[in-house]
């Protein structure tokens, strides 16, 4: 839980008082969630070092930080914006140390922080530790340290536990896609169905920074009072067909063949490449496949509990748990990998998706 210090900040006033909050550790997406309460709820820390390999979560909380902290009329004078490659950490802790103008705080946000030259000379690094000791309290201090993260032995990781929010984000798991893109349509104010998220995340895969794009698509195209389903996810931000990958599963599930490949061909008529989030899709659903297996269950009810998905989805890794032994699943793997390299052309392949597909689809269905 954050310690909260100080309190009553006037936001539209004078510097009189104080509010931040001090995180003892940050990291994980709860964490990323907490964050984004605290600073809504006008709970600014007096630094943020975002860090890690999902860039999605450390945008929008520079971004809140920026659209939140200062009113319009005072960024001119009291929001600096630094880029790390272009930046020295004397610049960056010069700008920290001013007070802010007719303001009761500053920003002061390092965008691209990982570029900076001077996190490889100890002194510097010695520097800013020593003002992360006592921070001033009027400025909020921003690093977007992307793609990577402290050592654990570096020796800003303690005073940045005591002085405000480190944050060490990761690429989110595939179970956890779904509850984030439930979470950012309903921030949009829309409603998606069960089946309408899963083809939305089999469509973008676990790509945080595209889906929530997707997803302002969709704000701009349907009506707000309207349930989205999967025709509409499939129509805006898959092909026009009225089917999709999912249904392929479903069909791959209950080994209809013709059905199946009949689906394939019609999705995918372009270049190979655009088969390869439907070969990453197969990857997946034959994994669920081996967890259904796992879990001892054989009716869809079962299914759906133990796995924790839509009963829909029960239904056909029920039927696929019956088609598909655990061995045939490791076949199906190897077939898949041959099939990756067909399309990246690591091996001899075929010269078209169809041919590529045809080859795939009649191994799985022996």
């Known amino acids: 839980m954050p310690e909260i210090h100080a309190a009553n900040i006037d936001r539209g006033g004078w510097l009189i008082e104080f509010q931040f909050v001090r995180f003892v550790k940050k990291q994980g997406l709860k964490d990323y969630d907490q964050i984004c309460a605290d600073i809504s709820e006008g709970k600014f820390s007096p630094v943020y070092f975002l860090s890690g390999d999902e860039p999605f979560f450390i945008d929008r909380i520079s971004q809140l930080i920026e659209s939140t902290a200062l009113d319009e009329s005072q960024k001119d004078f009291n929001q600096i914006i630094l880029y790390g490659r272009e930046t020295k950490m004397v610049d960056v802790l010069g700008n920290a140390r001013k007070f802010p103008v007719m303001s009761e705080r500053q920003v002061v946000l390092v965008r691209e922080a990982q570029e900076m030259m001077d996190w490889r000379s100890k002194d510097r690094v010695k520097d800013l530790a020593q003002y992360l000791e006592n921070p001033v309290p009027s400025t909020i201090l921003v690093f977007c340290y992307k793609y990577k993260v402290l050592p654990e032995k570096s020796p800003l990781k303690k005073p940045l536990h005591g002085a405000g929010v480190l944050l060490e984000t990761k690429k989110i798991y595939d179970s956890q896609v779904p509850k984030y893109i439930r979470a950012m349509v309903a921030e949009e104010g829309l409603e998606l169905t069960d089946k309408a998220v899963d083809v ?4 973008v895969g676990n790509n945080i920074e595209r889906l929530h794009n997707e997803i302002q698509k969709l704000k701009l195209v349907e009506d707000h009072e309207e349930l989205i389903d999967h025709v509409m996810i499939a129509r805006y931000i898959g092909s026009s067909n009225p089917f999709s ?15 199946a490949m009949s689906m394939a061909f019609t999705l995918f008529k372009g270049e190979k490449s655009e088969i390869l989030p439907f070969i990453s899709s197969l990857y997946r659903f034959f994994g669920r496949i081996l967890e259904a297996h796992h879990s001892g269950q054989k009716d869809p009810n079962g299914i759906k509990n133990d796995l924790r998905v839509n009963y829909y989805q029960a239904q056909d890794l029920a039927a696929a748990v019956y088609n598909y032994p655990p061995g045939k699943i490791l076949e199906c ?18 010269s078209d998706s169809k041919q590529i597909i045809q080859e795939l689809f009649s191994k799985i269905f022996l």
């Open 200 to 203: 939305l995340f089999e469509l």
């Open 245 to 259: 990958i999912l249904d392929i599963h479903a069909a791959i599930a209950h080994k209809k063949n013709e059905k």
């Open 333 to 350: 793997y190897d077939y898949l990998l041959d099939a990756d390299k067909s399309i990246k052309g690591v091996r001899e392949s075929y």
